[in-house]
């Protein structure tokens, strides 16, 4: 096998080009820093990139399937609220709980029903219900501290720990399995793909495509409410503005990790290799004294050249495969005409000696 050869398939897996960033800004970053490779620096950023991670996670189902989702950060914040509203009204930790992914769920309702049904552009619809979340956040949090619960098991969620790994990371974990699990190995995940790639195809091949996108924004607000109570339980306060911001960095860390968004291409662990280099240059950048404020701009740049350069990658590989595709035909046609050729003074020869047999 080639070189080529070789380079293209490698380059043909989706989300390398991120991996690959991930590793080296790990490496620059250590050599940069002593502090970087610590056990409290590690343990920071991975607590530091879960909501992302989480949000990331159900942004890379409306992605796929071809849609947009602004609102996961007010309904975040919002989520972070109603948790704590009810907990500190003297409400049970499952109520708490039920009352932010509930919260969530709404949310998903809201831009399920507008988008998939209305058909009214998911850009429009969830810039509305990101105002009305952030609006509804600054309501709840004016002229009341949302602060002081005092519950060991509402805490734990985040800062306990499971066989020595935090609450926070395992339970993360076992959401980001169960979403790749049912993205790829379930009809309902398969089914999504096909929508996002042709959405006309896959309705005349009788898909409820109105249905599975209403479905596709509720899981997206679902997640958002479950990433608010974990942020409640991290913080154990919420202040106005809270979640501000989480939905371009789910975006751009989806998009880092090679979900398209044109739809019908990308996988939920490639969005969180995404949401671990954001989060990796952002715990970098602060340790080697760059202002947090560079963040923004260095977020916005990654999305820029991700985007481009996943371009880059996929047009060299389709024209590598094409190539090779053209190569092998003209060899299959050679192999052909030659074949041809070599039985041709056989079938003289047979001819001839049929002749002298006469």
Known sequence: MSVRTRLTQTLAIDGLPVAAALALAVVFFSLASPFFLTQENISNLLTQSLFVIILAAGMTFVLIVGGFDLSVGAATGLSA????????????????????????????????????????????????????????????TTGTQLTGVSLPAFAWLTKGSILGIPTGVVITLVI???????????????????????????????????RLTFSVYLLSG???????????????????????????????????????LAGGRGSVWRAVIGALFLATMAQG????????????????????????FDRAVQQWVIKQLAAATTKR?????????????????????TRSSVRNTK
Do not use: K
């Open 222 to 260: 679902t997640i958002a409410g479950l990433a608010g109570v974990l942020l409640a339980s991290h913080l154990n306060s919420v202040q106005p503005g809270l979640g501000q911001g989480y939905e371009l960095s789910a975006i751009a860390a989806a998009v880092l990790g090679g979900v398209s």
């Open 285 to 308: 950048l602060q340790l080697i004294g760059v202002d947090p404020l560079w963040f923004s701009i260095v977020t916005g740049a990654s999305i820029v050249i991700a985007v481009a």
């Open 176 to 210: 980001v399995a169960a979403l790749e699990w049912v993205l790829l190995f379930t009809t309902f995940g398969r089914t999504i793909f096909a929508v996002g790639t042709n959405p006309r195809a896959a309705f005349l091949a009788g898909t409820p495509v109105r």
């Open 81 to 140: 609220a109603t948790t704590m509203l009810v907990l500190m009204n003297g409400g049970a930790l499952p109520l708490g709980i039920l009352a932010g992914i509930a919260t969530g769920m709404a949310f998903g309702i809201i831009n399920g029903f507008f988008i998939a049904v209305m058909e009214i552009n998911a850009f429009i619809v969830t810039l509305a219900t990101l105002s009305i979340g952030a609006g509804a956040l600054q309501v709840l």
């Open 329 to 349: 035909q003209i060899f299959d046609d050679s192999d052909a005409s030659a074949s041809v050729s070599a039985d041709a003074p056989t079938t003289s020869a």
